[in-house]
């Protein structure tokens, strides 16, 4: 069978990425043998499968594996083409803001040299419900009765999408023409899901993120929210681009019946607490994490039954709906995002800086930071906030929710009352604490984003008992387990001086004191020699412990290189402002500090170079006076010698030569001073 190719504009936009890897891994003709297969029982079809070529939103990026030909979206020319060339040719309305008018273009391209078609072509637009935002119930005493695609006629859009609904009218009346060399296709889409989310990536990020206490339901949530895995999606096109369904405007959307409400309380409980809050629609315009789009798109209010995809073989991953699919869809949602928890175990000496450390570390990858104090004082104002429940008036007809909450009060203040008793000048039982912590670690924010612990447990035992599964004490629980664990090393008298040197202010009212580190220090080399250490524990399980020397590493930065980058989601947009403008403070202060520093040195450089002129000046002046000293007393003999004997006789010579005048100078000269020459003893 032959090759075919399909054109996808913006192919690297949420939709257009899952469908060109969609139909990049298809084979040709699979959904026209798909009933065959599903009555005999055949194995699935293997051959040839589609040649993906299109546009890109972001060209910079490399070119994914899956796309056979990446075309400039400015070059029209280009672009008609591969049009032209394309056996099938889909479109996103809603990929970009020009897509809707990209498309209508694209058609008419089509639709004009559809005549010098060797064969058919197939353009397929893809469309959003927000086409159908305003779209009255067609029964006004049946308001619950599903709207179906038959009616797409009567279809009144959402104010912001007018032209997305022209461009659907267009698409449609330019495959109406008989010679049938062009079809078009609008196929409507519920609201998208999986495949790490887009539209209900807000919802999925602040459950997982666990930075607010509930899930924001935009609206109330009561609304009615048609849903589709966009995997679906895509295989609902593949099944329409091979099987050429005769409805021409589809509705493509599961089985799933759920509120905007039912979904996020879901999508809360699976990664939260699951308690949501309601916030207005006023109040939602604010949310700068959720665009314009997707806050239309989840205050929609449809309910759809859509008949054209239910006769076609669509494969379906999740026909119930996102709700029934949550488990899979979080598990998808973390792959696609790579989201992974981090847990980590800082372990050391007193004052070796773990504490320091270990915040650092929290803060630079977002985790809880678990320690002792921290730990204790968390379930201290927990259990005291929840028993202030018993302080007010109990109400005379209280619900079944209420009671569970008076009840819950209780035994949060028994607790509370126990935990006081068995305090010990601060210090809690090991039982008590150890139990406290091994809650912290089954949180759903331990789960999701991962932990630091910070210098515990202190013992084997105890982390035999901290990490072990809940119904065998004997075995780790590999959900609990570190996956690196760091411990910082220092002698004794480095610790000393280090403690010994800190300020008051920061010694007063902790266990810094000389007593109070001979005594820590002195536990913990009892608690952890060579053969009884907590690291064995965590070597033995061959999470091999990772030594650091506190004189000789920063052990912020060995830690951070060693567990490389984050694996979850970065600064949101106002935090990495703030880090931003930090950095360039800081920045700003190095470079005017490196200028200055400059400055000076080629001040003192200049000055020195100065001084060094000088002195050289005054040393070759007095080099020059010596010597013409020295030439002038070297020479003085020679002077005297000339002047007693020479200068007479050659100033007598000179004064004949001038006297006679003779034809030749020299000779009458030297035969002068040859005939007068003096004779010297």
């Known amino acids: 069978m032959a090759t075919k190719t399909v054109f996808i504009a913006n192919a690297d936009s949420y939709l257009g990425r899952n469908l060109g890897q969609h139909l990049a891994k298809a084979v040709i003709g699979s959904k026209q043998e798909a009933a065959e297969e599903a009555e005999e029982g055949e194995e699935a079809p293997t051959g040839p499968t589609y040649t993906v070529v299109g546009t890109r939103l972001n060209s910079s990026e490399p070119k994914p594996a899956w796309l056979a030909q990446d075309i400039?979206?400015?070059?029209?020319?280009?672009?008609?083409?591969?049009?032209?060339?394309?056996?099938?040719?889909?479109?996103?309305?809603?990929?970009?803001?020009?897509?809707?008018?990209?498309?209508?273009?694209?058609?008419?391209?089509?639709?004009?040299?559809?005549g010098n078609f060797g064969s058919a072509k197939t353009f397929l637009a893809l469309s959003q419900l927000l086409?159908?935002?305003?779209?009255?119930?067609?029964?006004?005493?049946?308001?619950?009765?599903?709207?179906?695609?038959?009616?797409?006629?009567?279809?009144?859009?959402?104010?912001?999408?007018?032209?997305?609904?022209?461009?659907?009218?267009?698409?449609?009346?330019?495959?109406?023409?008989?010679?049938?060399?062009?079809?078009?296709?609008?196929?409507?889409?519920?609201?998208?899901?999986?495949?790490?989310?887009?539209?209900?990536?807000?919802?999925?990020?602040?459950?997982?993120?666990?930075?607010?206490?509930?899930?924001?339901?935009?609206?109330?949530?009561?609304?009615?929210?048609?849903?589709?895995h966009v995997l679906d999606l895509c295989d609902v096109v593949l099944c329409v681009l091979e099987t050429g369904p005769a409805t021409r405007y589809i509705v493509a959307t599961d089985e799933g019946q759920y509120s905007l409400g039912d979904i996020a309380r879901a999508v809360s409980e699976a990664l939260d607490s699951g308690k949501v809050r309601a916030v207005r629609k006023e109040d939602a315009l604010l949310d700068t994490t959720c665009s314009q789009l997707q806050l239309d798109t989840l205050l929609l209010n449809l309910k759809f039954d859509a008949a054209t995809v239910k006769e076609l073989a669509v494969e379906w991953r999740c026909s119930g709906g996102l709700v029934e699919a949550l488990p899979a869809l979080v598990d998808e949602y973390k792959q696609a995002r790579n989201l992974q928890a981090v847990k980590i175990v800082i372990a050391g000496p007193p004052a070796s800086g773990k504490s320091t450390t270990a915040r650092d570390i929290a803060r630079h990858y977002k985790l809880p930071h678990l320690h002792l104090r921290g730990v204790i004082a968390e379930r201290i104002a927990r259990l005291t906030a929840s028993a202030a429940l018993l302080d007010q008036p109990r109400p005379e007809d209280a619900t079944e929710e209420q009671e569970q909450a008076l009840e819950q009060a209780q035994a949060d203040k028994d607790e509370l009352e126990a935990m006081q008793a068995s305090c010990d000048n601060g210090r809690y039982p090991d039982s008590d604490v150890l139990a406290w912590f091994q809650e912290r670690l089954r949180t759903r924010a331990c789960r999701n984003q991962g932990y630091v612990l910070d210098g515990y447990p202190k013992t084997e035992a105890m982390a035999k008992l901290l990490f072990a599964e809940p119904e065998n004490a004997d075995n780790p629980d590999p959900a609990l387990l570190p996956e690196f664990v760091f411990a910082l090393d220092a002698s004794d008298e480095f610790l000393r001086d280090r403690v010994m040197n800190m300020p008051e202010a920061e010694v007063q009212g902790t266990h810094n004191t000389e007593d109070g580190f001979n005594?820590?220090?002195?536990?913990?080399?009892?608690?952890?020699?060579?053969?009884?250490?907590?690291?064995?524990?965590?070597?033995?399980?061959?999470?091999?412990?990772?030594?650091?020397?506190?004189?000789?590493?920063?052990?912020?930065?060995?830690?951070?290189?060693?567990?490389?980058?984050?694996?979850?989601?970065?600064?949101?947009?106002?935090?990495?402002?703030?880090?931003?403008?930090?950095?360039?403070?800081?920045?700003?202060?190095?470079?005017?500090?490196?200028?200055?520093?400059?400055?000076?040195?080629?001040?003192?450089?200049?000055?020195?170079?100065?001084?060094?002129?000088?002195?050289?000046?005054?040393?070759?002046?007095?080099?020059?006076?010596?010597?013409?000293?020295?030439?002038e007393e070297q020479s003085l003999p020679l002077r005297n010698f000339l002047m007693k004997h020479v200068m007479p006789t050659l100033s007598k010579g000179l004064m004949e030569v001038c006297q006679a005048r003779p034809a030749d100078p020299v000779d009458f000269l030297a035969e002068f001073l040859f005939k007068n020459n003096p004779q010297i003893d």
């Open 72 to 114: 400039e979206a400015n070059n029209k020319d280009a672009v008609q083409a591969a049009l032209l060339s394309a056996d099938y040719v889909v479109y996103d309305l809603f990929s970009s803001e020009a897509a809707a008018d990209d498309a209508t273009w694209a058609v008419g391209v089509l639709e004009a040299e559809a």
């Open 519 to 631: 005594r820590r220090i002195a536990q913990y080399r009892a608690q952890n020699t060579d053969d009884n250490t907590v690291l064995n524990f965590y070597d033995f399980l061959e999470i091999h412990p990772d030594h650091i020397d506190v004189t000789k590493a920063d052990p912020v930065l060995h830690i951070t290189k060693a567990v490389g980058p984050a694996r979850n989601y970065g600064l949101a947009p106002a935090e990495q402002q703030e880090v931003d403008r930090i950095h360039a403070a800081k920045q700003a202060a190095v470079d005017q500090a490196e200028a200055e520093e400059k400055a000076a040195q080629m001040s003192a450089v200049a000055l020195q170079h100065a001084q060094q002129q000088e002195e050289w000046d005054h040393k070759l002046d007095e080099v020059r006076r010596q010597e013409k000293e020295m030439l």
């Open 131 to 228: 086409t159908w935002g305003r779209t009255q119930p067609s029964d006004p005493d049946d308001p619950d009765l599903p709207l179906s695609e038959e009616e797409y006629k009567r279809r009144r859009p959402h104010s912001s999408y007018k032209v997305h609904t022209n461009a659907e009218k267009v698409i449609i009346k330019a495959g109406k023409k008989e010679d049938g060399k062009l079809k078009t296709y609008v196929i409507n889409s519920g609201v998208l899901y999986g495949a790490g989310e887009n539209v209900f990536h807000g919802l999925f990020k602040t459950a997982w993120q666990l930075q607010q206490p509930e899930v924001p339901v935009y609206g109330g949530g009561e609304n009615a929210l048609p849903t589709i």
